[in-house]
């Protein structure tokens, strides 16, 4: 009898889409392949929090053991001003909510650089989803999970309708028709990215979007390009680590993993183990408040590449105290606020050629920008509010960061870091990344230790509890103990909330960690564990046989 071949894997929060990247793995397609395919499944199965109109970043390992980093992130349409928003215009909600989608020319991007497969094969199961009634098990993008929907969007705007028969939502596992996103996936299927950023979608698109309040044009659609950008790197102990450069904030991940990589290892989930990952998350975030577009923010390039250097990391570790934590001021961000979102998803894919790719897109905030473009059924981001507005202080009274100013064509800053790791000899240990907004870089951090400082298989290192901290508000997060679909996640202890609070933290209580991480390892027998976070309804990995 012949043993069969592990010719590739996919992780990410559903399933179903995992299952769906694989299925072009089998079918001999790349790891490109299986992104774009598993990422048109996200979209269709849970478009509350990344859809077509979105965009985000992706890194890649080339099965020549190079990397490249693909930049399709979102950027201001042209026409926008920074008093356009001080005069009231809302970068949350509405036309003006609305950045230039980039997601259909990044796949696009992969698919031409690395794909194998016809592209409108990758379009094909999604299709089906959305003809065929999408199982409905997003209940969390209801907001408070409330069942109730009077008065909100839900209610006033008729594309929301089917998700909510009588006021309230599907039952978990009810099938609900997506027949006009499926027209649309046919629509790009047959005339590539093109279709979207030209003729009826940009049309109807725009048409919407300047309806709701919006100053995007048809030239911001049909002029949005991505762009191949060189990865960051850094050292953790005997590790390699790969992720991008800001407008990514991969330079803040690698920052917090220098410092701890100048620490000893402690104890797994020890006060003072704990109390390093606060204090470096925590320096780290300090960094995070002068990061922005590098095309419009001189000197970004050098600011980054000194935080992560083994000189850098040093210095910035010598400032963690073993004893106490400090006032926010101490991490060199009094007054500056750092922006929480949602709506994200990640995703890794790697095939037997060596190709890995670890991809994260956005729509923004839960449903984004609240439009679903009409007679086309996607939703668009609203990642302008991933801006800062000069004289607009957040909700907690902190100051805009002046990196991330608004301005037309600019990208706004985004927590996302997609990461690959390297051992000491060159191969592929780790790969991943994370939904959540600020806590995607906390997730990242944890995950990776969990990984390569304490041995842990995938789903140990995304089923552990995690901590989160980002200097202001003042207060360390810590996760409770949870249950999703059986699986329980046991949560910090009393014992590590108190002596954190011996330490001079501000401990609050959250039920489950705000972020959705997925991760794939790669073991020395040549196997790969792809894995999603427990805390996600239906996250999980598949693995492809030849």
Same mark, same amino acid.
């Given at each position: 009898?012949?043993?069969?071949? #592990?010719?590739?894997?996919?992780?990410?929060?559903?399933?179903?889409? &995992?299952?769906?990247? *694989?299925?072009?793995?089998?079918?001999?397609?790349?790891?490109?392949?299986?992104?774009? @395919?598993?990422?048109?499944?996200?979209?269709?199965?849970?478009?509350?929090?990344?859809?077509?109109?979105?965009?985000?970043?992706?890194?890649?390992?080339?099965?020549?053991?190079?990397?490249?980093?693909?930049?399709?992130?979102?950027?201001?349409?042209?026409?926008?001003?920074?008093?356009?928003?001080?005069?009231?215009?809302?970068?949350?909600?509405?036309?003006?909510?609305?950045?230039?989608?980039?997601?259909?020319?990044?796949?696009?991007?992969?698919?031409?650089?690395?794909?194998?497969?016809?592209?409108?094969?990758?379009?094909?199961?999604?299709?089906?989803?959305?003809?065929?009634?999408?199982?409905?098990?997003?209940?969390?993008?209801?907001?408070?999970?409330?069942?109730?929907?009077?008065?909100?969007?839900?209610?006033?705007?008729?594309?929301?309708?089917?998700?909510?028969?009588?006021?309230?939502?599907?039952?978990?596992?009810?099938?609900?028709?997506?027949?006009?996103?499926?027209? *649309?996936?046919? %629509?790009?299927?047959?005339?590539?990215?093109?279709?979207?950023?030209?003729?009826?979608?940009?049309?109807?698109?725009?048409?919407?979007?300047?309806?709701?309040?919006?100053?995007?044009?048809?030239?911001?659609?049909?002029?949005?390009?991505? +762009?191949?950008?060189?990865?960051?790197?850094?050292?953790?102990?005997?590790?390699?680590?790969?992720?991008?450069?800001?407008?990514?904030?991969?330079?803040?991940?690698?920052?917090?993993?220098?410092? %701890?990589?100048?620490?000893?290892?402690?104890?797994?989930?020890?006060?003072?183990?704990?109390?390093?990952? *606060?204090?470096?998350?925590?320096?780290?975030?300090?960094?995070?408040?002068?990061?922005?577009?590098?095309?419009?923010?001189?000197? %970004?390039?050098?600011?980054?590449?000194?935080?992560?250097?083994?000189?850098?990391?040093?210095?910035? &570790?010598?400032?963690? &105290?073993?004893?106490?934590?400090?006032?926010?001021?101490?991490?060199?961000?009094?007054? *500056?606020?750092?922006?929480?979102?949602?709506?994200?998803?990640?995703?890794?894919?790697?095939?037997? &050629?060596?190709?890995?790719?670890?991809?994260?897109?956005?729509?923004?905030?839960?449903?984004?920008?609240?439009?679903?473009?009409?007679?086309?059924?996607?939703?668009?981001?609203?990642?302008?509010?991933?801006?800062?507005?000069?004289? +607009?202080?957040?909700?907690?009274?902190?100051?805009?960061?002046?990196?991330?100013?608004?301005?037309?064509?600019?990208?706004?800053?985004?927590?996302?870091?997609?990461?690959?790791?390297?051992?000491?000899?060159?191969?592929?240990?780790?790969?991943?990344?994370?939904?959540?907004?600020?806590?995607?870089?906390?997730?990242?951090?944890?995950?990776?230790?969990?990984?390569?400082?304490?041995?842990?298989?995938? @789903?140990?290192? #995304?089923?552990?509890?995690?901590?989160?901290?980002?200097?202001?508000?003042?207060?360390?997060?810590?996760?409770?103990?949870?249950?999703?679909?059986?699986?329980?996640?046991?949560?910090?202890?009393?014992?590590?909330?108190?002596?954190?609070?011996?330490?001079?933290?501000?401990?609050?209580?959250?039920?489950?960690?705000?972020?959705?991480?997925? @991760?794939?390892?790669?073991?020395?027998?040549?196997?790969?564990?792809?894995?999603?976070?427990?805390?996600?309804?239906?996250?999980?990995?598949?693995?492809?046989?030849?």
């Amino acid at each position: 009898m012949t043993t069969p071949i #592990l010719s590739g894997a996919v992780c990410s929060e559903h399933r179903l889409a &995992s299952q769906v990247g *694989t299925e072009m793995l089998a079918a001999g397609g790349s790891a490109a392949d299986a992104m774009i @395919a598993t990422v048109l499944a996200i979209n269709t199965l849970c478009p509350y929090h990344s859809d077509l109109g979105g965009g985000g970043f992706a890194i890649v390992r080339s099965p020549a053991g190079e990397y490249q980093g693909l930049d399709f992130r979102q950027h201001a349409p042209a026409a926008v001003t920074m008093e356009f928003y001080q005069n009231g215009a809302s970068t949350s909600k509405g036309g003006a909510a609305v950045a230039v989608p980039g997601e259909l020319r990044g796949l696009e991007q992969l698919h031409q650089q690395y794909g194998r497969l016809p592209w409108s094969k990758l379009f094909e199961p999604s299709i089906k989803f959305a003809e065929e009634g999408v199982p409905y098990t997003c209940r969390e993008c209801v907001p408070g999970g409330s069942d109730q929907i009077e008065g909100s969007f839900y209610q006033t705007d008729e594309m929301y309708a089917p998700l909510f028969p009588d006021g309230k939502a599907l039952p978990p596992g009810a099938k609900y028709p997506r027949p006009e996103f499926a027209r *649309t996936l046919r %629509l790009l299927a047959d005339r590539g990215a093109d279709g979207f950023y030209e003729g009826e979608v940009a049309e109807a698109l725009i048409k919407v979007v300047r309806e709701r309040g919006g100053l995007m044009s048809l030239d911001d659609l049909k002029n949005f390009q991505p +762009r191949w950008i060189d990865p960051i790197q850094a050292r953790y102990r005997d590790y390699t680590l790969w992720t991008l450069p800001a407008p990514a904030s991969g330079a803040i991940w690698l920052s917090a993993m220098g410092m %701890l990589s100048q620490l000893d290892r402690t104890e797994e989930g020890a006060v003072l183990g704990q109390h390093r990952v *606060t204090e470096a998350l925590r320096l780290a975030f300090g960094q995070r408040t002068e990061l922005g577009d590098p095309a419009f923010v001189p000197g %970004l390039q050098e600011k980054q590449a000194s935080w992560i250097s083994e000189e850098g990391s040093r210095r910035r &570790s010598e400032m963690i &105290s073993d004893e106490r934590t400090f006032p926010p001021e101490y991490y060199m961000t009094p007054s *500056t606020e750092i922006k929480y979102d949602s709506g994200t998803s990640n995703i890794t894919t790697a095939d037997s &050629s060596g190709l890995v790719i670890s991809l994260t897109t956005t729509v923004g905030w839960n449903w984004g920008s609240k439009i679903m473009v009409p007679g086309y059924g996607f939703v668009l981001n609203n990642s302008m509010d991933d801006f800062s507005v000069q004289g +607009r202080p957040n909700g907690f009274g902190y100051e805009p960061t002046p990196a991330n100013y608004v301005q037309g064509g600019k990208k706004p800053l985004s927590s996302s870091c997609p990461y690959i790791v390297e051992d000491s000899t060159g191969c592929v240990v780790l790969s991943g990344g994370a939904a959540g907004g600020s806590t995607i870089i906390s997730s990242n951090i944890q995950v990776a230790r969990n990984v390569l400082d304490f041995g842990m298989s995938a @789903a140990e290192a #995304l089923r552990a509890n995690r901590l989160h901290d980002q200097i202001q508000p003042n207060v360390t997060y810590l996760e409770r103990t949870s249950t999703t679909q059986g699986i329980t996640v046991d949560g910090h202890s009393e014992e590590l909330a108190d002596g954190l609070r011996e330490k001079g933290h501000v401990v609050e209580w959250v039920t489950a960690h705000r972020s959705t991480p997925c @991760a794939m390892r790669f073991t020395s027998e040549g196997k790969w564990e792809a894995a999603g976070d427990p805390r996600k309804h239906d996250s999980g990995g598949s693995e492809s046989y030849a």
